[in-house]
């Protein structure tokens, strides 16, 4: 059987870090990586899972909203990865969103974003790591990303300033940060769409973070074999 086909999305240029790692992770369960780009042509019969990566803020045009805060958007990124989100989600694949990802993947259905999470910290720094120097809160209830972590807590890192406010359609919230901020979400209706806050890629030195893309690339797999 051939390698199952994961796409990676992510912006035209730059962010090559992020994407080698993403890469490497996959490579190591057995997947073939295909690297996606605003410029390429999106054909969701060409790959078996997704991978939606972190990167700039998300553009509140999408979930109708006015600009609170004035970063780099990027229409043709956003673009790019709410088709390939909906052609994913219309095919059953598996998906994993990343950061923006995860909040894309909430935007897609409906949600919306905290534009600037300084209000919403109190217990935790406002201080941008790779390291895993945060918490992460599993939810009580059985969950696709308590199976993978078989934890209650687990150590992540933050890179980023916006974070899930209204919870989009048939998502779950399956884990908070110690300020109670959203940090990972599931639909429980899907065999496998998870979104993640922090960057999974920059802890695969770390068994239970790999395991998030090895249960992503077995996903993919089985669903290959079923088709």
């Not at 790692?21 to 073939?32: C, D, I, T």
């Not at 998300?58 to 990124?77: C, F, G, Q, S």
């Not at 790779?130 to 990303?145: E, F, G, H």
Request: aromatic share 6%; net charge positive.
């Amino acid at each position: 059987m051939a390698k199952p086909v994961i796409a990676i999305t992510g912006p035209q240029r730059g962010a090559f870090g992020p994407r080698f790692l993403v890469a490497l992770a996959l490579r190591w369960y057995g997947a073939k990586p295909l690297q996606v780009r605003p410029s390429d042509k999106v054909d969701a019969k060409a790959f078996d899972g997704v991978v939606i990566t972190g990167g700039h803020d998300i553009d509140p045009v999408l979930y109708a909203a006015k600009a609170e805060v004035h970063p780099k958007y990027d229409p043709a990124r956003d673009e790019l990865e709410m088709a390939v989100i909906k052609k994913a989600e219309a095919q059953t694949l598996p998906l994993l969103g990343i950061c923006r990802g995860a909040q894309l993947l909430n935007v897609s259905r409906g949600g919306s974003l905290y534009q600037q999470l300084t209000e919403q910290r109190r217990h935790t720094s406002q201080r941008w790591t790779v390291l895993p120097l945060k918490t992460l809160c599993l939810a009580q209830q059985a969950s696709r990303l308590k199976g993978i972590f078989q934890c209650d807590k687990a150590r992540i890192n933050s890179l980023h300033n916006q974070a899930i406010n209204k919870l989009g359609d048939n998502l779950q919230i399956v884990g908070r940060d110690l300020d109670n901020i959203v940090q990972a979400v599931e639909d429980p209706n899907r065999d496998f769409v998870l979104g993640v806050q922090w960057h999974p890629e920059f802890l695969i030195f770390m068994r239970r973070q790999r395991h998030l893309f090895k249960a992503l690339v077995e996903q993919a797999r089985k669903r290959q074999r079923e088709s």
